[in-house]
C-alpha cells in the first residue's frame, strides 16, 4: 500500500482499536506500525490483536510492522490508611520499607535498591512528577525527605528518581515472560523500557536471540547521558518525551528531541518521536494548533516516525488521528523548506561500498528526471542506508525476507515490496520495474535506479547500481545474463 508521504505513523492499540474493522481502518488511513502495549492486556488478549494485524496484513496485501512496548521495572509507593494525603510544602515526609499503610508522615516504597543507591540532596517525583521531594538523609531502608512541592499522594502513585543510575535491570520478571511470548508470537520490533545503560540493550538482545529488533526508549537522563553508547547497541530509538519531561527541565526537551533525532539519522537506525503529540484528540475530533505544530517540528526534524498512544489505544477518533497526522506529514513534505532542511542536515560519513553506493543513487535520482530508488535487501541494511539520504524521490524496498519487510515499515520513506529470492541481477531489475509500475511510482517511459548486491542473498554486499528504463523489455533487450 503506498503512502504519499514518507514519514511512517505508528499508533497504539487498545480498547479503541481492537477490532478486526478498527485495525484495517487505521491502517487504512495512514498507520504503518502497531504498538501493542505490553503494561495493559493478558497474553491472550495481545495474541488476538496480533492475530487481527496479520490477518490485515494478508487480506490488503500490505506489510505491516509490529512493535511490542515491554512495561518495564514499575517503581510505586504502597498504601496509604485513608487512600490518600495531603502533602504541604515544607513538610517532612519519609519513605521506607515498612508494609504498614502510610499516612501524613510516611508511607512504603517497596524498592531497597532505590534506598541503596540514594544520596542526601536527590530528587524524588512522585505522581508524573506533580510532587517533588528532595531526600535529607537516607539510609538502606528510609529516607526522609523534604517537600518541594506538595499535592495529594495517594495509593501506589508512581516514584522517579532523576538524579541516580538505579541498580536496576530494564528487565522485570514480567518483561521477560512477555519478551518470550512476544518474540515466540512474532513480533517485529521489541521497544525496551526503563533504559539507563547498553548492557540493559545486551541483555534484552540476548534473550530475544535474533527473532525481533531492539528498540530503545529514552525516558531516563541516565540515558541521555550514555546516549552515544545505547545507540551503538540498538536498532533503534525511541525518544519517550512524556518521562523525558518529569525527570528533566521540560525546557531540556525539544534541543534533546532534536539531537537525537538527528544522531538516530546520521547511524541510519530509525527513530520514533513519541508521546502527547495530539492529547487533545483523545476526546475532540479537531487537534489544537500547538500539536499540529509539534507533529510538523518532529517531521522537519527527519524523524522517521510519529506515534499515537491514547489518542488511538482509548480515544474516541483514533482514525481521525491517524488522518490528521497524515495530513500534517504531506503538508510538511510537500514545503520547500522541508527538502533544504533535509538537504542541510545530511551528516553521514560512511565510507564503505554501500554508504557510496546509496549516496551515488540519491545524486541521480535528484539531478536527474529518475522516479524511484529500488533497492535490493536482506537484512534491511541498504535501505536504511538509502533512507539515511532521505532522497527527494521514493524508495522501493525489496526483499524476500517478509521479516525484513516488515521491521522496514518503521523507516522513513520505505515501500516494502516482497519478492523471490534472486539470483541473477538482469532479474533484479525486471522486478524493479514492475514493482515501480504497480505501485504508481513509474511509467513504462520513465527511468529507475536499482541498487544491490551481487552475489545475492548475502547480507551486506551492497555493490552495483544500475539506471534502468521501467520498460522490461528495454531491459531484456540490452542487459546481459
Given at each position: 500500500?503506498?503512502?504519499?508521504?514518507?514519514?511512517?505513523?505508528?499508533?497504539?492499540?487498545?480498547?479503541?482499536?481492537?477490532?478486526?474493522?478498527?485495525?484495517?481502518?487505521?491502517?487504512?488511513?495512514?498507520?504503518?506500525?502497531?504498538?501493542?502495549?505490553?503494561?495493559?492486556?493478558?497474553?491472550?488478549?495481545?495474541?488476538?490483536?496480533?492475530?487481527?494485524?496479520?490477518?490485515?496484513?494478508?487480506?490488503?496485501?500490505?506489510?505491516?510492522?509490529?512493535?511490542?512496548?515491554?512495561?518495564?521495572?514499575?517503581?510505586?509507593?504502597?498504601?496509604?490508611?485513608?487512600?490518600?494525603?495531603?502533602?504541604?510544602?515544607?513538610?517532612?515526609?519519609?519513605?521506607?520499607?515498612?508494609?504498614?499503610?502510610?499516612?501524613?508522615?510516611?508511607?512504603?516504597?517497596?524498592?531497597?535498591?532505590?534506598?541503596?543507591?540514594?544520596?542526601?540532596?536527590?530528587?524524588?517525583?512522585?505522581?508524573?512528577?506533580?510532587?517533588?521531594?528532595?531526600?535529607?538523609?537516607?539510609?538502606?531502608?528510609?529516607?526522609?525527605?523534604?517537600?518541594?512541592?506538595?499535592?495529594?499522594?495517594?495509593?501506589?502513585?508512581?516514584?522517579?528518581?532523576?538524579?541516580?543510575?538505579?541498580?536496576?535491570?530494564?528487565?522485570?520478571?514480567?518483561?521477560?515472560?512477555?519478551?518470550?511470548?512476544?518474540?515466540?508470537?512474532?513480533?517485529?520490533?521489541?521497544?525496551?523500557?526503563?533504559?539507563?545503560?547498553?548492557?540493559?540493550?545486551?541483555?534484552?538482545?540476548?534473550?530475544?536471540?535474533?527473532?525481533?529488533?531492539?528498540?530503545?526508549?529514552?525516558?531516563?537522563?541516565?540515558?541521555?547521558?550514555?546516549?552515544?553508547?545505547?545507540?551503538?547497541?540498538?536498532?533503534?530509538?525511541?525518544?519517550?518525551?512524556?518521562?523525558?519531561?518529569?525527570?528533566?527541565?521540560?525546557?531540556?526537551?525539544?534541543?534533546?528531541?532534536?539531537?537525537?533525532?538527528?544522531?538516530?539519522?546520521?547511524?541510519?537506525?530509525?527513530?520514533?518521536?513519541?508521546?502527547?503529540?495530539?492529547?487533545?484528540?483523545?476526546?475532540?475530533?479537531?487537534?489544537?494548533?500547538?500539536?499540529?505544530?509539534?507533529?510538523?517540528?518532529?517531521?522537519?526534524?527527519?524523524?522517521?516516525?510519529?506515534?499515537?498512544?491514547?489518542?488511538?489505544?482509548?480515544?474516541?477518533?483514533?482514525?481521525?488521528?491517524?488522518?490528521?497526522?497524515?495530513h500534517v506529514a504531506t503538508e510538511v513534505e510537500g514545503d520547500p523548506t522541508y527538502a533544504q532542511i533535509v538537504a542541510g542536515s545530511r551528516s553521514a560519513k560512511g565510507t564503505t561500498i554501500a554508504d557510496g553506493i546509496v549516496a551515488a543513487a540519491r545524486g541521480i535520482a535528484e539531478k536527474t528526471d529518475i522516479k524511484v530508488i529500488c533497492c535490493f535487501t536482506e537484512s534491511g541494511t541498504t535501505a536504511l542506508l538509502t533512507a539515511r539520504e532521505r532522497p527527494g524521490v521514493p524508495i522501493i524496498a525489496m526483499t524476500s525476507k517478509r521479516g525484513t519487510a516488515r521491521r522496514l515499515c518503521l523507516s522513513w520513506g520505505c515501500n516494502c515490496v516482497m519478492t523471490e529470492e534472486l539470483v541473477r541481477f538482469k532479474m533484479a531489475v525486471v522486478n524493479a520495474a514492475r514493482a515501480a509500475r504497480a505501485g504508481g511510482f513509474a511509467t513504462e517511459s520513465d527511468q529507475i535506479v536499482v541498487t544491490a548486491g551481487v552475489p545475492f542473498n548475502q547480507p551486506g554486499t551492497t555493490n552495483i547500481?544500475?539506471?534502468?528504463?521501467?520498460?522490461?523489455?528495454?531491459?531484456?533487450?540490452?542487459?546481459?545474463?
Open positions: 500500500m503506498r503512502r504519499q508521504r514518507n514519514v511512517k505513523i505508528v499508533a497504539t492499540l487498545g480498547p479503541a482499536s481492537e477490532t478486526y474493522e478498527m485495525i484495517r481502518s487505521l491502517h487504512e488511513a495512514g498507520a504503518d506500525v502497531f504498538r501493542l502495549n505490553m503494561s495493559h492486556g493478558s497474553h491472550e488478549e495481545i495474541r488476538e490483536k496480533h492475530r487481527i494485524i496479520r490477518q490485515v496484513e494478508k487480506d490488503l496485501d500490505s506489510p505491516i510492522a509490529i512493535l511490542a512496548d515491554l512495561q518495564g521495572p514499575k517503581l510505586r509507593v504502597g498504601t496509604f490508611a485513608d487512600g490518600a494525603e495531603e502533602l504541604e510544602e515544607g513538610a517532612r515526609f519519609t519513605l521506607d520499607l515498612d508494609e504498614t499503610p502510610g499516612d501524613g508522615s510516611r508511607v512504603c516504597l517497596p524498592h531497597p535498591e532505590i534506598f541503596a543507591a540514594l544520596e542526601p540532596g536527590a530528587t524524588l517525583l512522585v505522581n508524573d512528577g506533580k510532587i517533588r521531594l528532595r531526600v535529607e538523609a537516607c539510609d538502606n531502608s528510609s529516607a526522609t525527605c523534604v517537600v518541594v512541592t506538595g499535592g495529594t499522594i495517594s495509593n501506589r502513585k508512581g516514584v522517579n528518581v532523576p538524579d541516580v543510575v538505579l541498580p536496576l535491570a530494564a528487565l522485570s520478571a514480567k518483561d521477560r515472560d512477555d519478551l518470550e511470548f512476544v518474540c515466540t508470537l512474532g513480533v517485529d520490533w521489541l521497544a525496551l523500557s526503563f533504559v539507563q545503560r547498553p548492557e540493559d540493550v545486551a541483555e534484552a538482545r540476548d534473550l530475544a536471540g535474533g527473532r525481533a529488533a531492539i528498540l530503545s526508549k529514552i525516558e531516563k537522563p541516565a540515558a541521555v547521558d550514555r546516549f552515544d553508547d545505547i545507540l551503538k547497541a540498538s536498532d533503534g530509538i525511541m525518544v519517550a518525551r512524556g518521562d523525558l519531561g518529569v525527570e528533566l527541565p521540560v525546557s531540556a526537551v525539544p534541543p534533546i528531541q532534536k539531537r537525537l533525532v538527528r544522531a538516530c539519522r546520521a547511524a541510519a537506525k530509525p527513530v520514533i518521536v513519541a508521546t502527547q503529540m495530539l492529547e487533545s484528540m483523545i476526546e475532540s475530533p479537531m487537534p489544537t494548533r500547538a500539536e499540529v505544530s509539534d507533529v510538523a517540528t518532529a517531521i522537519y526534524e527527519g524523524t522517521d516516525a510519529i506515534m499515537l498512544s491514547a489518542e488511538s489505544a482509548a480515544g474516541q477518533y483514533p482514525v481521525e488521528a491517524i488522518d490528521t497526522m497524515h547500481l544500475r539506471v534502468a528504463p521501467c520498460d522490461e523489455r528495454l531491459i531484456y533487450r540490452t542487459d546481459p545474463e
